[in-house]
């Protein structure tokens, strides 16, 4: 089995047979886009990537860096992204956001979205990919993370579509949308010992933690704001976190909208919620 020398690194350091398998693959596909279809063909690796790839699996396992991180690409929704220490690696979960965004923007002409801490910028970019309708504007705090989004948009050939700047929240947004999305920080401070080694020493602080007991306060934020952002009936889109939904509830109706749908992950976990300009 041609990945076997590669996957025994893993086991051998603790990892279990189906994430070794898996990162193996990736990064064989990332780097040198070698697919098992190749490998059944007898297509070999050279030494100098087979030394390569020991090197970032030997990486990998010493530290317990995510293998994205390592390599500084990372895949949504079936598409390649640039990743770094100051983005969040993409996750399966925000591609049901992108879902119901793309719901959303097929309800008008012409749509017009805000993406509030977009990282690597995977999902207004992934949004205008699928709707070539759409325009965006992207915002974060992060510069560094604003350097691989504008990267991410050139290298999918949408930067003309696409307008990033820095702002903290609404701090430097002049105009109004149809659609404001957000993936923001929603683990609270107090619980950062209990993530993975993986989340707790790689990801950028700054896109995962509040300080508030319950992990709302950047959804507050935005809520509270967002009507003065909004087109008329215009939506709003966040990714949350565990049993955050009704406190998020309670602020979209304190603020002035109303809710549209709250949808479960693929552990049953409530994950995103749609709410409406009143």
Excluded at 180 to 194: A, F
Excluded at 210 to 223: L, P, Q, S, W
Excluded at 234 to 257: H, M, P, R, S, V
Aim: aromatic share 12%; net charge negative; charged share 30%.
């Amino acid at each position: 089995m041609y990945r076997k020398p590669f996957i025994d690194i893993y086991l051998k350091n603790g990892f279990d047979f189906d994430e070794a398998k898996s990162e193996v693959d990736f990064v064989l596909d990332v780097l040198f886009n070698y697919s098992y279809k190749d490998f059944m063909l007898s297509k070999k690796l050279e030494d100098w990537q087979r030394d390569k790839l020991v090197k970032i699996i030997q990486e990998r396992v010493s530290t317990r860096k995510p293998i994205q991180q390592i390599i500084g690409q990372a895949y949504f929704c079936a598409r390649k992204f640039f990743v770094n220490e100051y983005t969040l690696v993409p996750r399966p979960e925000t591609e049901i956001l992108v879902k119901n965004v793309l719901e959303l923007a097929s309800k008008y002409d012409k749509p017009k979205i805000l993406d509030i801490g977009c990282g690597t910028g995977c999902i207004a970019l992934t949004c205008m990919m699928e709707n070539k309708n759409i325009t965006a504007d992207a915002i974060d705090i992060s510069e560094q993370a604003l350097e691989i989004s504008q990267k991410n948009a050139l290298f999918h050939n949408i930067l003309e579509r696409i307008n990033f700047f820095k702002s903290d929240l609404f701090e430097n947004v002049g105009k109004k949308y149809d659609i404001i999305v957000s993936n923001p920080p929603y683990i609270p401070l107090k619980d950062k010992e209990n993530l993975q080694t993986e989340v707790r020493n790689f990801d950028p602080e700054l896109a995962l933690f509040t300080e508030d007991e319950k992990g709302i306060e950047f959804y507050e934020k935005i809520i509270s704001k967002a009507k003065n952002y909004l087109n008329d009936s215009g939506f709003l889109a966040f990714e949350i976190g565990i049993n955050q939904a009704k406190d998020i509830t309670l602020l979209i109706e304190k603020f002035g909208c109303k809710l549209i749908k709250i949808e479960k992950d693929f552990n049953n976990i409530e994950r995103v919620i749609i709410a409406q300009k009143i």
